[in-house]
């Protein structure tokens, strides 16, 4: 590389060794350089370190060896992840070689950058890299080596921006990059960093917050994320929250689960079930909404009116469900239904089921083929089953045309001393 790289010194640890430290602690998963240049190479063009196999590049190289691409498409396939310390060495005199026929060659320094770091000299790495980035900030190599670079510096600021520059020059790094990331933002200094730049509407935002959400490695984490993002004025979409929000009560943080639920629905009550006439359903609900659910045929649409239902002859199951936390007591369901016409013993019924798989008890919904016709009935939740689900299932028909109907309100509430509430 001679004359055309200045060597710098390396750069000092930022805020000092004890936040490189407690950083280099704390980013959970740190970019693997050799295990991302294939994933980087898959999405390369004519320069790609996976795609081009070697023979093509040593017969472009020996029909064109004056030409600087053709010699720094050879130094890079040679400087791949597999390649022997005999394929590095001859990588670094085709780089050299590529950078004094094109000084301004950013795959023959990469080339030089990645042989070196492969070799544990981080200083001539650095000083490859930085001479590649000054020649172009769109090659992904180079930008990955940074991060590294900057991780292992404790240079939060510096792993960001360059993730950033990784994440808009090459989306397609983003099966690779969000998942450090997100395990990153786990971490309260990260998460705050990342706040603000998230706050500048990169062009990965939306893609970052959705992995995250669904994907991420600590839900709780992700949740105190999107209040930040909710402070600063980021809307997160309501698909996001939905998935976070399933990925808190999967995770068993159903208390924490409920408080994001309430900061989205502030008025929405924690002792009986919600969204009676069906009223206000999101396209992606959560499990505190109404969530239409079935197998076998059995299928389900909540309107602004009512949930219609159908089953085929002979099936059953749940076609609807909502998640309750009800504490220990005695609890009415009231509703009313339309265009059901079945026998007795094949009527849907509502149920409610503890966590652990107990059922407390079903509440038959009544025929009502001449009519709208009401519903009741009591269910009684014991101690030991903080969390309940409320189905509506089908019972499997005779009849030819199978199960058919709509709800048009249905209610659990608390029933007071007395009787009725």
């Known amino acids: 590389m001679g004359a055309n790289v200045t060597k710098r010194p390396d750069r000092p640890r930022g805020s000092g060794g004890r936040l490189a430290r407690r950083f280099r602690k704390q980013w959970p998963a740190r970019v693997a350089l050799a295990a991302i240049v294939a994933v980087v190479g898959y999405y390369e063009g004519s320069f790609s370190l996976a795609q081009a196999s070697g023979r093509d590049a040593e017969r472009a190289f020996a029909l064109a060896s004056y030409d600087g691409r053709t010699t720094a498409h050879l130094a890079a396939t040679l400087s791949g992840p597999e390649a022997t310390a005999s394929d590095r060495l001859r990588s670094d ?99 705050a960093r990342l706040v603000r730049l998230l706050a500048t509407n990169p062009p990965w935002r939306d893609g970052f917050i959705g992995f995250v959400a669904a994907r991420g490695t600590d839900p709780l984490a992700t949740a105190m994320l999107f209040r930040r993002l909710d402070r600063v004025g980021i809307a997160t979409p309501e698909s996001a929250k939905a998935a976070l929000l399933a990925a808190l009560f999967a995770s068993g943080k159903v208390d924490q689960a409920w408080s994001y639920y309430a900061t989205m629905h502030p008025l929405a009550p924690r002792d009986r079930s919600r969204s009676g006439n069906f009223s206000g359903q999101s396209d992606t609900p959560t499990p505190f909404d109404w969530v239409v659910v079935g197998d076998g045929g059995i299928t389900g649409t909540i309107a602004k009116d009512g949930f219609d239902f159908s089953a085929p002859a002979s099936i059953g199951g749940p076609m609807l469900q909502q998640v309750q936390l009800l504490p220990p007591g005695s609890y009415r369901l009231q509703g009313r239904s339309i265009d059901i016409d079945q026998p007795d013993g094949t009527l849907p019924y509502w149920t409610l089921v503890c966590q652990n798989g107990r059922e407390l008890g079903r509440v038959t919904v009544s025929r009502s083929s001449q009519g709208s016709a009401g519903f009741e009935g009591v269910f009684q939740v014991p101690a030991g089953c903080p969390v309940q689900t409320l189905i509506l299932a089908a019972r499997p028909s005779d009849s030819i045309s199978g199960l058919s109907g709509r709800i048009e309100h249905v209610e659990l509430k608390p029933q007071s001393p007395g009787g009725r509430k």
Request: hydrophobic residues 45%; glycine residues 6%.
């Open 93 to 191: 005199k085709l780089a050299i070689t590529a950078l004094r026929q094109d000084a301004v060659s950013v795959p023959a320094a990469a080339a030089l950058g990645f042989n070196a770091q492969m070799r544990g000299d981080t200083v001539t790495a650095r000083r490859a890299f930085t001479y590649s980035e000054t020649l172009s900030r769109r090659d992904p190599l180079t930008q990955l080596w940074r991060i590294e670079d900057a991780v292992a510096h404790g240079d939060v600021d510096g792993a960001l921006r360059h993730y950033d520059i990784a994440l808009r020059v090459k989306p397609e790094t983003s099966g690779a990059l969000f998942p450090v990331l997100a395990a990153a933002s786990v971490e309260a200094p990260v998460q």
